[in-house]
């Protein structure tokens, strides 16, 4: 099987971590009344009803994005900061970071899974162990801001306890068989403040207020289009 890379500064030390799957947790939410309420609205502008709740994305590997950049085609692609977990050679070696499950919100409406597949995941280069947070996990904040025309818009700012808890997130992959060893999950985000926006550059942040400790990302979104 091949494999990725990927480089994660961990309490100021580099460690490079071998990555064989990629997955994104679709669905996420913990209140289901809300989450339906969402797929509603999702329906409502022609994306399908997905086949369960949660549901498991796969991702290409190589859709891991650090560089600070990703190219796209079209003005209708976007953002979600989401909760990012990465599991190592072992089974306690589990780091949590911040990243972007980018999606091309006009192939949304056709197919979902591609529509993930066609844009890359930013995420930070910096992570924490999973261990250092798991007491006050529900305190943990994810937030993010986009670009467009000059200026910043908020875009997400709310705690992880809207998303589904830890055990339920490692119950799920363990229910679809998924080996958690090597792997990069995408496993959730919070609601958006005020719907779709798209923009030129996108920046976002995993904040811990328990131990005033925060990772940041921030990428541009170059268009192709524009660019022939």
Known sequence: MKTTILP??????EKEITINNVY????????????????????????PRPPEIPTLYP???NSLNQTGEIQVL????????????????????????????????????IDINQSKQI????????AWNLNEVMDHWDDL??????????QWHE?????IDEIIPLNEIKAFLNKKNISMKNCVIFSGTVPLLEGFKYGSRFRMAFIDKVRNEEIQ????????????
């Open 74 to 109: 079209g003005g209708e692609s976007s953002g979600e900061a989401e909760i990012v977990l990465v599991f190592g050679d072992v089974k306690d070696e589990v780091y949590i970071t911040v990243g972007s499950d980018h999606t091309d919100r006009s192939l949304e409406t």
């Open 141 to 150: 904040i994810l937030t993010s801001q986009v670009y467009i025309e000059g």
């Open 59 to 61: 991702i290409r590997r």
């Open 24 to 47: 994104c947790i679709g669905y996420a939410g913990r209140n289901m009344e809300k989450t339906m309420e969402h797929i509603v609205e999702l329906e409502k502008i022609g994306v």
């Open 217 to 228: 990302a921030e990428y541009a979104i170059t268009r192709l289009d524009l660019e022939v």
């Open 8 to 13: 994660l500064m961990i309490n100021n030390k």
């Open 155 to 159: 875009y997400q700012n709310a705690k």
């Open 119 to 126: 844009c890359d995941k930013p995420l930070a280069n910096k």
